[in-house]
């Protein structure tokens, strides 16, 4: 299954660095990243493979907002095909 991982909030340093290694420890697989930023704000799309995650997508849910508040982030994920449909124009 795979996934998609949004993340937004002020910029500062090692969010990269922090996002991947807590999706490693989970067994996700980031298989494509987009990162910008748009003067103080980072913004960044990450296609993930969860075929090896060690807890399923609710709970996963659940820890990358748990992240997201700890680091001052905005952090979600959402299966592959919702994030198509709702974002389908």
């Known amino acids: 299954m795979r996934a998609v991982v949004t ?3 002020k910029d500062k340093t090692g969010i990269i660095a922090r996002i991947s290694q807590f999706l490693s420890e989970k067994g996700a697989n980031i298989l ?8 103080e ?3 960044m799309i990450m296609l993930v493979d969860l075929t090896e995650a ?3 997508l609710s ?3 659940e ?10 982030m ?8 919702i994030f198509n449909v709702m974002h389908d124009v």
């Open 7 to 9: 993340v937004v909030g």
């Open 32 to 39: 494509d990243i987009s990162q910008t930023i748009m003067e």
């Open 41 to 43: 704000y980072f913004a």
């Open 54 to 56: 060690k807890e399923p």
């Open 59 to 61: 709970e996963l849910s």
């Open 63 to 72: 820890d990358c907002s748990k992240l997201g508040e700890k680091i001052g």
């Open 74 to 81: 905005s952090i979600h994920i959402q299966h592959e095909e």
